[in-house]
């Protein structure tokens, strides 16, 4: 997690892929292919940088989303982005649906099982495919979780907790 002067969060949501076209625009994959971030928001800032940067316009194309910066036009410009991550301020995302959250603000919570018993903290997570898996603890006493309903029972934001239940191999 990245912070600016005022404390605000600036996450990662995806990295610059590709140049397209002629006119500088960028190709951006999206951690969450579902996402409708980068076409709600105005400024965004790229891994390496302190400025933001204005997005011009942003437009969904398959599996990208093209993006636009203001200063960016042309493709030699954009190809200077290729491979940077894309990163928005927490403050800038909407608020997740009853049920629903972002990776972002489950990092630094801790796991702990049925009974209460600590397991460690979340550290991050490993997009898998369809069910991200959950990286709780360091080194030799890292536990990986499928991020499902049958293996994180809670998710207790206000407690700094999430109760899950590991699976049969962890011991």
């Given at each position: ?43 965004l800032r ?27 036009n042309d ?59 959950i990286v ?36």
């Amino acid at each position: 997690m990245k912070s600016d002067a005022q404390g605000d969060r600036w996450i990662v949501v995806g990295r610059v892929v590709r140049a397209h076209g002629l006119k500088g625009e960028l190709g951006v994959r999206c951690d969450d292919p579902a996402t409708s971030s980068l076409l709600e928001v105005k400024s965004l800032r790229l891994t390496g940088e302190t400025a933001t940067r204005k997005i011009v316009f942003a437009r969904a194309a398959n599996s990208e989303v093209l993006v636009r910066l203001e200063g960016v036009n042309d493709r030699n410009a954009a190809e200077l982005l290729k491979g940077k991550d894309v990163e928005l301020r927490r403050s800038d995302l909407p608020e997740p649906e009853a049920g629903e959250f972002y990776q972002t603000d489950l990092i630094g919570l801790m796991a702990v099982d049925e009974s209460g018993k600590e397991l460690g903290r979340v550290q991050g997570f490993w997009d898998t495919g369809p069910t991200p898996v959950i990286v709780i603890g360091e080194g030799a006493s890292e536990l990986l979780v499928p991020f499902a309903e049958h293996f994180v029972l809670a998710v207790k934001l206000a407690e700094g907790q999430v109760v899950i239940r590991p699976p049969e191999y962890a011991e």
